[in-house]
């Protein structure tokens, strides 16, 4: 059974900088995307960000992009996701999924939400002004 694991998250000051990580363990496709979602309070799930283990493509949605980067480990089969330029709307629960290959050429959130797994405990994140 796939599951992922988050940490690396904390209090940071607004423009300040963060990285998180998310473990894989468990069989996978033999190829696959490490997608990051965010959930703040009292908000929907957000997807912004995923990699492609064969390739590394990656894709990032508008609100992050140019200040959050992927990328992933294959050999650790750890993914990363360093977020530069916080802002206070970053602010969220931080976690990650297993998802299939194509997802990163639509977008998270136009991939079917049933064909993500694997999720785990996600890590808080909290940027102050």
Known sequence: ?????????????AGGSLRVSCV??????????????????????????????SDKKTYYVDSVKGRFSISIDSARRTAYLQMSGL???????????????FAVNYGL?????????????GTQVTVSS
Do not use: H, N
């Not at 979602?37 to 997807?47: I, L, N, S, T």
């Open 87 to 101: 802002k206070p709307e970053d602010t969220a629960v931080y976690s990650c999924a297993v998802g299939p290959a």
């Open 109 to 121: 959130q136009s991939t079917p939400p049933a064909l993500w797994g694997g999720w785990g405990q």
């Open 24 to 53: 894989l363990s468990g069989e996978t496709y033999d190829d696959f995307v490490i997608g990051w979602f965010r959930q703040a309070p009292g908000k929907e799930r957000e997807g912004i960000s995923c990699i492609r283990d």
């Open 1 to 13: 059974e796939v599951q992922l694991q988050a940490s690396g998250g904390g209090l940071v000051q």
